[in-house]
């Protein structure tokens, strides 16, 4: 993976240092808390419902076991001894103390770790395909294209203060598991003549109060212009985009408003301007890059296929695990394995401290110490062998993190929603823990088959609602919580924005609500059909009339 | 209507409620609760001077009921501020 050099280090003491005598200014009420709220915001640092939160980056999902620990250390140092993994593949912990945040930043800064980027209308942490470096698919390893992008993006001068927060997502494999058409920039790496490769470009898309899916500006971007590429479509939106309306001034907004031919013309004009301006990385810099994410030696590692069928005929829970949780990888003789944090009884994406160093431990021994956060709000190893499945099972067994329900429908994604967040109007953590419940029965998840159900508890849409192929929106509704249903959406390469089913429930019928779209699935399913494909066949109205007794 | 000030305490965070004395706890029940426009002005006063004098951050009046002798949250919200916790078990409590 990536390793910091003196000039980010140096960068981050000094970023560290200054922030630690903000907060000493602040707490000394030699700074307001108008003047303080921007810079701590500049940290990661929010003001939630029951505390500070801080959000910690982790950028594309990358952390070693060194990390993965620290972030361990500090749950229990300076928290209650948990985090969250959060849908944009960070961490947030829930409880720190103002006075505490300098210490847990240099904590952060031992493992070359920080909170920028992860608020505030900049360029935040480029998220990328989880599986980057192992996937089966993969066609070029994005952490290495996200990793430039992350060195462009920090502290450039021009886009530290955009209209907006900005959301780069990257993926370099056949199928998008990045969301990349729900990104203010989506990037997908496509294979070019003779083996060679380069970017398609998605622009404007996006959750929350206007959702929309992104639109392709750029078919085919050789490599060495992607920073030019991305700095034109940059600036055309700096100038253009709505500073006065917060709800008008995303690139969603500007590129759907003036169109995205005129938005193409307009960035393409740009570009020719400024290509030749050095914007874009020396070909030496870029291999120096690409140099840190070399791929792993991995030895051959032959699973005895007798042993291996044997451990699954024995134990039905590893024979789900390993249908669900280990996904092919580049070699045929290793697995990219999913450690599932979601199950009954645990709110989706908390991490115990403990559990973070369990899973450390078990990337050391089985995965070359690296691990993966994914936005759906679990962990990956992503270089395990095939022959170790049985023993890592084992060893995450004693940890309690083997539910072998990963694209399952308890595997829910869910923001923090009002048991936590100040702009909430519902909660979504009970939501969730209530569906997991009515669904805990392994066999029936698994008979239902993929299916994304994502919560969200406002329309910010932190929960990725719109592209659950099931979504749940928390609504006020008077002064009391209620929840909208939304089908059809999906976050993949058919990427779509669910459509509202009817009028909202109470809490206390969703779940019910939940199993009869269920049910209405299962009865009009054809063969293995997915939920997707029957939704687009048979319309809304089947799932109206089960939920509302009337087609309308 | 029968209302508190709440906020939320600068060096942690923590939900805080205006109590007797220019206290600032914890507790609601402990609260100090305005009757009217006239009482909750006064206590708006102390908790400006409170966020002036860097002890609290963001206060703003709540309005509770007060049907039990003390004061309770009328808001989803305000009822899980007062708990100080989320309502469901947290994944250290769980196992
Ligand atoms: S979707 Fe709303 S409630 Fe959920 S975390 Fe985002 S802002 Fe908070």
């Known amino acids: 993976m990536y390793r910091y050099d003196e000039f980010d280090r140096d960068f981050l003491s000094d970023r560290n240092r200054e922030f630690r005598g903000q907060v000493e200014r602040r707490l000394a009420g030699q700074l307001t808390e108008d003047e303080f709220k921007p810079l701590r915001l500049m940290n990661g640092l929010y003001l939630q419902l029951h505390a500070y939160m801080l959000r910690v980056a982790i950028p594309y999902g990358v952390l070693s076991t060194r990390q993965l620990r620290q972030l361990g250390m500090i749950a229990r140092r300076w928290d209650k001894g948990f985090g969250h993994w959060t849908t944009r593949q960070n961490i947030q912990f829930n409880w720190v103390k103002l006075v505490d945040v300098p210490d847990i930043l240099e904590a952060l800064a031992e493992v070359d770790m920080h909170a920028i980027q992860t608020s505030g209308n900049c360029i935040r942490n480029v998220t990328a395909d989880p599986f980057a470096g192992a996937a089966a698919d993969e066609i070029e390893d994005p952490r290495i294209w ?65 959702p929309y899916v992104a639109q392709e500006i750029k078919d085919f971007l050789p490599p060495d212009q992607l920073l030019s590429y991305l700095e034109a479509m940059l ?67 032959p699973v005895g296929h007798a042993a291996f069928s044997k451990a699954r005929a024995q134990d039905s829970g590893f024979d789900r695990w390993v249908r669900h949780n280990v996904l092919p990888h580049k070699n045929p003789d290793y697995a990219i394995v999913s450690i599932a944090f979601k199950e009954p009884g645990r709110p989706p994406g908390d991490a115990t401290a403990e559990e973070m160093e369990r899973v450390a431990d078990a990337a050391d021994r089985y995965s070359g110490g690296e691990v993966r956060v994914t936005y759906t709000q679990n962990l990956i190893l992503p270089n395990v062998a095939r022959a170790d499945l049985a023993d890592l099972y084992e060893d995450l067994k004693a940890t309690g993190l083997v539910a072998g329900n990963t694209g399952l429908i308890t595997d829910i994604i869910a923001c923090p929603g009002l048991d936590y967040c100040n702009l909430a109007n519902a909660r979504s953590l009970p939501i969730a823990q209530d569906i997991t419940e009515r669904f805990a029965e392994p066999e029936k998840a698994e008979a239902i088959g993929e299916l994304r159900l994502n919560i969200s508890g406002c329309i910010n849409a932190c929960g990725h609602h719109h592209s659950g192929h099931i979504g749940i929106l928390g609504v006020d509704k008077k002064g009391t919580e209620h929840y909208q249903i939304t089908l059809g959406g999906s976050p993949g390469d058919d990427a779509a924005i669910g459509d509202i089913v009817g009028p909202s429930f109470p809490a206390e019928e969703v779940p019910d609500a939940i199993e009869k779209i269920v049910d209405t699935y299962l009865a009009q399913r054809r063969d293995e059909e997915g939920f997707l494909a029957t939704y687009a066949r048979v319309g809304a109205d089947p799932f109206k009339e089960a939920l509302y007794g009337t087609s309308r | ?88 078990t947290a994944v250290t409590e769980a196992r």
Do not use: C
């Not at chain 1, 992350?150 to 494999?173: C, V």
């Not at chain 1, 600036?235 to 008008?248: A, F, Q, S, T, V």
């Not at chain 2, 708006?44 to 703003?60: C, M, R, T």
């Open chain 1, 146 to 210: 996200a990793e430039i992008l992350r060195q462009w993006s920090t502290n450039h001068p021009e886009f530290t203060f955009l209209p907006r927060k900005f959301k780069i997502a990257i993926t370099g494999a056949l199928e998008d598991r990045a969301a990349i058409a729900f990104h203010d920039i989506g990037i997908r790496i496509v294979g070019g003549p003779n083996g060679t490769f380069g970017f398609r470009i998605y622009v404007g898309g996006g959750q929350g109060r206007t």
């Open chain 1, 235 to 301: 600036r055309i939106y700096n100038l253009h985009g709505r500073r006065d309306n917060i709800y008008k001034a995303r690139i969603k907004i500007l590129v759907n408003a003036i169109g995205i031919d005129a938005y193409r013309t307009q960035v393409e004009e740009e570009w020719e301007r400024i290509r030749g301006e050095e914007i874009d990385l020396p070909a030496d810099e870029a291999a120096r890059i690409r140099a840190h994410f070399a791929p792993p030696q991995l030895q051959p590692m």
């Open chain 2, 1 to 88: 209507m029968p209302s508190v000030i709440t906020a939320n305490r600068l060096v942690d965070g923590i939900v805080v409620y205006l109590s007797e004395n220019d206290n600032w706890l914890t507790d609601l029940t402990a609260a100090r609760v305005a009757e009217d426009e006239a009482g909750l002005e006064k206590l708006n006063a102390i908790a400006g001077q409170a966020a002036a004098d860097h002890i609290i951050v963001g206060p703003y009046p709540m309005a509770v009921d007060l049907d039990k002798g003390i004061p309770e949250p009328k808001s989803v919200r305000e009822r899980i501020r007062a708990a100080h916790r989320p309502t469901i």
